[in-house]
């Protein structure tokens, strides 16, 4: 992602206004809130979903998840039918 400024921030489904720290390979998103349970969603625009870079990390990423479950899978199998 090219732009950190383009994200929605929201806690408890309230859009809050925030500040981003350029950290050079990174960025640190501030904004203040009462400390207690809370959530928080950082969702970036529909149109970084035309992204190279986000269409290679979401394919990384579901592939990742696959071979985990199925890694997981295949490990209970082995290990019940061992028993």
């Given at each position: 992602?090219?732009?950190?400024?383009?994200?929605?921030?929201?806690?408890?489904?309230?859009?809050?206004?925030?500040?981003?720290?350029?950290?050079?390979?990174?960025?640190?998103?501030?904004?203040?809130?009462?400390?207690?349970?809370?959530?928080?969603?950082?969702?970036?625009?529909?149109?970084?979903?035309?992204?190279?870079?986000?269409?290679?990390?979401?394919?990384?990423?579901?592939?990742?998840?696959?071979?985990?479950?199925?890694?997981v899978?295949?490990?209970?199998?082995?290990?019940k039918?061992k028993?």
């Open positions: 992602m090219s732009d950190p400024t383009i994200l929605n921030v929201y806690l408890d489904a309230n859009q809050l206004e925030y500040t981003v720290t350029d950290l050079t390979d990174s960025w640190q998103l501030y904004f203040t809130y009462k400390h207690s349970k809370h959530t928080v969603l950082i969702a970036m625009p529909q149109a970084i979903e035309n992204d190279p870079i986000y269409k290679e990390t979401t394919v990384t990423i579901v592939t990742s998840a696959a071979l985990a479950v199925v890694g899978g295949l490990l209970t199998y082995f290990k039918r028993n």
